[in-house]
């Protein structure tokens, strides 16, 4: 109760010393004499950023752009490219010539005893046969020709001075109505002037080969029946006609198609990537993929041999071959659909791994020009009585993929970039900063180590300071197995601290520029494999602890 009353009674005190000074010490106090500055020291620890994503979101914005990228059943990574490399139509293959027939009756031919006999305005009629093989290239055997586009162009023409007819007849060409040829020309005159030329049109017909003597022919019957006039026939006259199929364009071609060579492309690929670079990256690919397939809808099987594919590598110019380790890949038959599978395509695909080839060295040797030339043919397997056939929108063509599984390992790749800042514009804004405190913690289930060093330059590019005194490990790799997979019973937390203070920032006043360095290298330093799957995670959390000094009048 004491000390009640001795706080009441001061504070009583002090209230009647003020109000009863008021007019006196009030004229002394000038609230001008007042400080405006206040300054404050506050401290502030707080989470920035916290959370997770997986390789799956870096995936799904490289698709957005690129569309190269996606991943297997297992979800394990893959770079993936393919393209038509080349491609052949029918009409580039196999193109049927003008063919000519030329039958010619001689004064001999005709001045025979039986027309010598004979009274005048009696006929008679001489006979011959001429065979037409439709051979494409010598060894080909034709059976029959659906004709899409052509003519047959003839000519008729008598020196003979009597009047008569010249016929040419063939059951083995066919009209669209089911009809054989048969064309006539009158021989209209007995001057021994007669000649006449006419064209017809084969579009629709069908010309077929008959067996004869081992060959497939086709026969055409030419016949000159002449009607005696009083005029004798003399030595040197004749009579005949011209035949020629010109133009010819098919439909369908049936029959046996000889070897024959389709193509020999040699090319140079050079690969840019590399130019800009400023180091030569050392990547390992454990599993990569080179696949053709080739979609031949030729009844007709091809070869295909690879004489060449070497690598030029970016780091020393060398060069590394494709080696095969299976000999019955190349060359490499291509198979065809059969007479029962018209309109149809077959494909045969041919697979260079780490199985078949040693195509991870060539992808290892970083290669900025590759070199191939390869040889394509026609041609029957030995020993083979197929019938092969052509449509005319038959082709063949040659697709390649090229597939990167990320299943691989680096001893370490450098990334540099170059960002233009205005540092003394942000030290100003930074200038209540004391001193920070930045912490990243980090669960990492990718297998790769990330570390950085930042450098700041001045404005002509000469180094000031670094942020590390050394390159700092901001990411730690993933543990792996011996299957380079992920071993979550080895995960552990990764902290990274980054300082900063209000002295540190002063120094760097002048710089104008900011170099960023990072390296990537995979788990075990990158002695081994390592595989990439989209479930992978990284795990994040940004914190910081930072004093600050904040001055009113400054503000």
């Known amino acids: 109760m004491r000390s009640k009353s001795i706080i009441l009674t001061t504070t009583a005190i002090i209230l009647i010393l003020m109000t009863g000074a008021c007019d006196g010490y009030m004229d002394q106090f000038g609230l001008d004499r007042l ?40 979800s394990l990574i893959y770079i993936y490219y393919s393209d038509t490399a080349y491609s052949l139509n029918a009409a580039e293959l196999i193109t049927i010539p003008n063919h000519i027939v030329r039958e010619t009756y001689f004064e001999t031919d005709v001045n025979v005893a039986s027309w010598n006999l004979l009274p005048v305005g009696s006929e008679q009629t001489f006979y011959k046969r001429e065979l037409l093989e439709f051979s494409i290239e010598p060894g080909d055997r034709i059976d029959s020709i659906m004709v899409k586009a052509g003519s047959l162009d003839l ?25 054989s040829l048969d064309i006539f020309f009158p021989i209209s005159n007995t001057y021994g002037t007669f000649n006449n030329t ?34 004798p026939v003399s030595p040197g006259e004749e009579a005949g006609l011209r035949c020629e199929f010109s133009a ?29 670079m400023d180091e ?22 091809l070869s295909l041999s690879i004489d060449t594919l070497r690598a030029r590598s970016f780091r020393d110019g060398l060069y590394t071959y494709l080696m095969f380790r299976d000999t019955t890949m190349n060359p490499f038959q291509i198979y065809a659909p059969t007479v029962d599978q018209v309109g149809t395509e077959v494909t045969t695909e041919l697979h260079f791994n780490v199985e078949t080839s040693n195509i991870d060295d060539l992808i290892a ?50 990334l540099t970039d170059t960002l233009d800042m205005a540092f003394d514009s942000l030290l100003m804004n930074l200038s209540f900063l004391e001193e920070a405190l930045f ?79 990072a390296r990537a290298v995979t788990s075990d330093n990158g002695g081994s494999t390592v595989k990439f799957y989209s479930s992978y995670l990284l795990h994040y959390k940004l914190a910081i602890d930072a004093d600050f000094r904040i001055n009113s009048r400054e503000l």
């Open 439 to 517: 912490r990243l913690t980090t669960t990492n289930e990718w297998p790769l180590e990330i570390s950085v060093q930042i450098y700041f330059l001045d404005a002509t590019d000469v180094k000031m300071d670094s942020l590390f005194s050394e390159q700092k490990i901001l990411l730690n790799a993933a543990p792996v197995n011996s299957e380079g997979e992920l071993d979550r019973s080895a995960l552990q937390e990764h902290v990274v601290d980054v300082e900063l203070t209000a002295e540190r920032l002063d120094d760097l006043e002048g710089a104008r520029k900011m170099v960023l360095k």
């Open 155 to 179: 000519e008729a023409y008598s020196q003979f001075r009597h009047s008569g007819e010249l016929r040419v007849t063939s059951s083995n060409i066919i009209d669209p109505a089911g009809d």
């Open 35 to 74: 400080s405006d500055e206040v300054e404050v020291h506050p401290s502030l620890a707080a989470p920035i950023a916290y959370g997770n994503f997986s390789i799956q979101d870096i995936l799904e914005t490289l698709n957005d752009s690129s569309g190269l990228v996606g991943q297997t059943e297992d």
């Open 280 to 301: 030569v990256p050392d990547i390992y690919f454990a599993d990569p993929q080179f696949n053709i397939a080739v979609h031949n809808s030729f009844g007709v099987p």
């Open 198 to 231: 006419t064209s017809y049109d084969l579009a629709g017909y069908k010309i077929t080969m008959d067996e004869i003597s081992g060959s497939a022919e086709t026969v055409l019957n030419f016949n000159l029946t002449l009607v005696k006039s009083p005029e």
């Open 248 to 276: 010819l364009e098919y439909d369908v071609v049936y029959g046996f198609i000889a070897e024959r060579s389709i193509t020999s492309l040699r090319e140079s690929l050079e690969i840019g990537f590399f130019d800009q």
């Open 365 to 414: 040797s970083v290669p900025d020009l590759i070199d191939f030339s390869f040889g394509a043919s026609t041609g029957n397997p030995p020993g083979s009585t197929s019938q092969n056939f052509l449509l005319d929108d038959s082709k063949m063509v040659v697709e390649t993929e090229m597939m990167l599984p990320m299943w691989l390992k680096t001893s370490g790749y450098t």
